[in-house]
């Protein structure tokens, strides 16, 4: 059974950074496409970032395109996405999804491909 866990959410102000992180278990990171989603009260989930198995490519979201950039390391079973220049439109919980795909070089953007979901840590930022 794959098990994914996020940390390092926090209450930070905007214009500061912080890196949150996602740690898989129960089989090898790189086995999985992996991606982080965000949802804020009262709204959809949003996609914020992928990135391959090979960590060949990644893809962001149009609102955090140029801010925020994912990144893995499948030896230490772990996937990071470090956030700069925030703004208090970021507030959401943050959620880390793994997508298995026979692929080392497929992004994978659609919620839907996603099959591990880990139970999210919240990010909160003040003006």
């Known amino acids: 059974q794959v098990r994914v866990v996020e940390s390092g959410g926090g209450l930070v102000q905007a214009g500061d950074s912080l890196r949150v992180s996602c740690a898989v278990s129960?089989?090898?990171?790189?086995?999985?496409?992996m991606g982080w989603f965000r949802q804020a009260p009262g709204k959809e989930r949003e996609f914020v970032a992928s990135i391959t198995r090979s960590s060949s490519s990644t893809k962001y979201g149009d609102s955090v395109k140029g801010r925020f950039a994912i990144s893995r390391d499948n030896a230490k079973n772990t996937v990071y996405l470090q956030m700069n220049s925030l703004k208090p439109e970021d507030t959401a919980i943050y959620y880390c999804?793994?997508?298995?795909?026979?692929?080392?070089?497929?992004?994978?953007?659609?919620?839907?491909?996603?099959?591990?979901w880990g139970q999210g840590t919240q990010v909160t930022v003040s003006s």
């Open positions: 999804a793994a997508a298995i795909t026979p692929l080392e070089t497929l992004v994978v953007v659609a919620a839907t491909d996603y099959t591990y």
């Open positions: 129960g089989r090898p990171l790189s086995r999985y496409a």
